[in-house]
């Protein structure tokens, strides 16, 4: 799936390198989530819980969830100074965008030729 999202930004959003990662963001976490949310379904029906009830409590989960998230996300950028800098008071850090950037720049810097490192990438179109 992952291999497929890079494929599609890089037709669609060609040489727009914030475009390619927003939008195999979108399309990676969305489908992770959905298989979540379908997995944790089959698990209640397993345990005989009527569907809708238990499709209920999960839709009402979301919408109360993901406001929650973005505005203390909001909130912690707009109220902590120097956040997601070394300067950060109380060692506030952005490690997943980090990580995430680094992982994106180094996958996409190996994939031409002469890169040094292509055979750890064996596979990597089909199975990253």
Not at 12 to 36: D, H, M, P, Q, R
Not at 37 to 65: T, W
């Amino acid at each position: 799936m992952r291999g497929l999202l890079r494929r599609i930004a890089g037709y669609v959003y060609e040489g727009k390198v914030l475009a390619n990662i927003w939008f195999f963001n979108v399309g990676y976490i969305s489908g992770i989530k959905g298989l979540a949310f379908a997995q944790d379904l089959k698990l209640g029906l397993c345990c005989n819980i009527p569907p809708r009830k238990l499709f209920l409590v999960q839709a009402v989960g979301i919408v109360m969830g993901t406001p929650g998230q973005v505005s203390t996300l909001n909130w912690a950028l707009e109220q902590i100074p120097h956040i997601c800098t070394d300067a950060a008071p109380n060692g506030f850090t952005c490690p997943f965008s980090r990580i995430h950037f680094n992982t994106d720049v180094y996958k996409d810097t190996c994939d031409w030729k002469g890169c040094r490192y292509k055979t750890i990438h064996k596979g990597g179109t089909f199975g990253t």
